[in-house]
């Protein structure tokens, strides 16, 4: 069975850090680009940033560019998002997804965690 | 990279098919064949049902199917029904090694 847990979600001050990590089994998780997916409050989703299955190669919107960064460690199949500088706009449900390693990204999400929620507040 | 535009809300009767639309630009959905489609209950995570303009995952009803004119992906529910009441999001690659969302449509069944 395939699994995504997720973890490090909480409340945080605005220009504040906080790491989000999302363990995986019952897929190879080298495999599969991972990325990063938020989705503010009512609203829709988001696209937040995207790592190869090497983890050599990753992208990111230009909403969180230069303040979030993402990794892997295959070895522990678990994706993490490092999270800095954050803003009241950043909070959100962040979720990890994972689509099937290919030369281009894709937005083919197969595999999705159960989302960790995020308040940037004051 | 704006959000792909979606209709916001989308409904029909039981047995009746609906279409929605997700419009982008010639960078993102209409230069690339991997444009997605997810299906989103209140308070459950995405789960996908088009890839790739047309193709459905394993297990995903054939009620839906994709398409894709210029810049306008499309996808279609046949056959409607009360569970398939939902968000639904399209999702696109882009020119600039991206990803894009469209702006989420709710469907609703009458």
């Known amino acids: 069975e395939v699994q995504l847990l997720q973890s490090g979600g909480g409340l945080v001050q605005p220009g504040g850090s906080l790491r989000l990590s999302c363990a995986t089994s019952g897929f190879t998780f080298s495999n599969y680009a991972m990325s990063w997916v938020r989705q503010a409050p009512g609203k829709g989703l988001e696209w937040v940033s995207a790592i190869s299955g090497s983890g050599d190669t990753t992208f990111y919107a230009d909403s969180v560019k230069g303040r979030f960064t993402i990794s892997r460690d295959n070895s522990k199949n678990t994706l993490y998002l490092q999270m800095n500088s954050l803003r009241a706009e950043d909070t959100a449900l962040y979720y990890c997804a994972g689509a099937p390693q290919r030369p281009n990204l894709r937005p083919n999400f197969d595999y999705w965690g159960q989302g960790s929620l995020v308040i940037v507040s004051s | 990279q704006s959000a792909l535009t979606q209709p916001a809300s989308v409904s029909g009767s039981p047995g009746q098919s609906i279409t929605i639309s997700c419009t982008g630009t010639s960078s993102d959905v209409g230069g690339y064949s991997h444009v997605s489609w997810y299906q989103q209950h209140p308070g459950k995570a995405p789960k996908l049902i088009i890839y790739d303009v047309t193709d459905r995952p394993s297990g995903v009803s054939d009620r839906f199917s994709g398409s894709k004119s210029g810049n306008t992906a499309s996808l279609t529910i046949s056959g409607l029904q009360a569970e398939d009441e939902a968000d639904y999001h399209c999702?696109?690659?882009?020119?600039?090694?991206?990803?894009?969302f469209g702006t989420g449509t709710k469907v609703t069944v009458l």
């Open positions: 999702a696109s690659c882009t020119s600039r090694s991206t990803l894009v």
